[in-house]
């Protein structure tokens, strides 16, 4: 045979000279710790927001595995049903994942010659259902409202702008507030992810949207069960007319499997546990690591559960993450391509099971590591 992949190790090879290569890690998650090689690490990577402990379900034994257009365990019917009130939408509905959800909802709802306005630093997951659209898309300056008001210019065309409630690598808030106000002068219509302030943020954890008080002006709520819920899936709430499309068009709904009513299980037990006791402590210790981290000297512009600690260089990033897992840190090295180039960070997740004493802990490592790594 002539073929032979070598381009593929030239790809490889010149992601190693970035500094952005990526090797698999294996190890246990025991509630908020990692065991990798026998060592039991403090984890700052959980999306496990609330920290809520480990209900008991029964093991994923004889599972079900159908399509969801062929045949839906009933108790899909009542998780969607709580989760459409705890959004205040007429409607929810279950992907098997946030990713699959984006993918799904965002190409069935958007139709040709629509205009899509995108934040530039929206979720990977965002952006490739973008482009499975077939809309055209238009990327605005991240937070940037000049600029996405200057972009919507063809009133007469449909026009969506598409923001996360909360970013994923950078802990700011959207501008929802203003998004939503050029949305109504436009006439344009909102679809916000919001993977990382549902369960998080706002009365009862209803999200980013009812924590800035906007809840009645996004269209299409699209989120994850598997950060603040701590469990698995994504879903959408939005109107039942947008919801009836989904089930009979959405590519990633109809074509897989759908979550093992385990999970859904899961989720519903979650949602009905103690969030709110879980959501004060977490929102103590946010305050706490972020004062301490400031007095540091670090620059925290997050306001919430997400704290990037942005060190810019790939390689020294690399080591300062090293250097957090030798004082049983787990904290990994955030790089190119999840961030742009020379911004790569190390990303804290604070969750709500960290004790006083690992809080300061943390607080002490990184405040070392500003001398360590000539960070000031
Ligand atoms: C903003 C955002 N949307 C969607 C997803 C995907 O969610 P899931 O993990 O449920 O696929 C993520 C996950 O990191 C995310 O950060």
Redesign the pocket.
């Known amino acids: 045979m002539k073929r032979d992949l070598k381009f593929i190790d030239d790809i490889i090879t010149k992601i190693k000279y970035n500094n952005t290569y990526r090797k698999l890690k294996f190890g246990n998650i025991i509630g908020k710790y990692v065991n990798i090689d026998g060592k039991k690490l403090l984890n700052l990577c959980s999306?496990n927001y609330l920290g809520i402990e480990n209900t008991n379900i029964k093991t994923i034994e004889n599972t079900e595995c159908f399509s969801r257009s062929i045949i839906n365990n009933p108790l899909f019917k009542i998780l969607e049903s709580k989760l459409a009130n705890h959004k205040i939408y007429e409607r929810a509905l279950i992907y098997p994942?946030?990713?699959?959800a984006?993918i799904g909802i965002i190409p069935t709802i958007i139709q040709q010659n629509d205009i899509i306005l995108s934040d530039e630093l929206n979720?990977a997951?965002?952006i490739d259902a973008c482009k499975l659209s077939n809309g055209k898309i238009l990327v605005y300056k991240h937070n940037d409202m000049e600029d996405l008001e200057s972009q919507i210019k063809l009133k007469r065309k449909r026009t969506f702008i598409i923001t996360?409630g909360i970013f994923?690598m950078d802990g700011d808030f959207a501008n929802l507030k203003q998004i939503v106000e050029i949305a109504n002068k436009k006439n344009a219509f909102v679809i916000m992810?919001d993977?990382?302030g549902d369960f998080v943020v706002g009365e009862d954890g209803r999200g980013s949207a009812n924590y800035l008080h906007v809840d009645k002006n996004i269209d299409v709520y699209i989120s994850?069960?598997?950060?603040g819920l701590g469990c698995?899936?994504?879903y959408v709430a939005s109107k039942n007319n947008v919801i009836e499309l989904c089930i009979n068009r959405s590519r990633s709904f109809i074509y897989t499997s759908a979550l093992p009513s385990q999970l859904i299980n899961l989720a519903l037990k979650r949602l009905k546990s103690n969030r709110e006791t879980y959501r004060k402590k977490l929102w103590q210790n946010v305050n706490k690591l972020k004062i301490g981290l400031k007095k540091s000297g670090y620059q925290i512009n997050s306001k919430s559960q997400i704290i990037p600690i942005t060190i810019g260089d790939e390689q020294k990033t690399i080591e300062f993450s090293k250097y957090l897992l030798n004082n049983n840190i787990y904290a990994v090295p955030i790089r190119y391509p999840t961030v742009a180039k020379n911004t790569a960070r190390i990303r804290i997740s604070v969750t709500s099971n960290f004790s006083k004493q690992e809080i300061e802990n943390i607080i002490n490592i990184f405040d070392y590591g500003t001398y360590k790594f000539k960070l000031n």
């Open positions: 999306n994942t946030g990713y699959m984006n979720h997951s965002i996360e994923s992810d993977a990382h994850s069960l598997s950060k698995f899936g994504g």
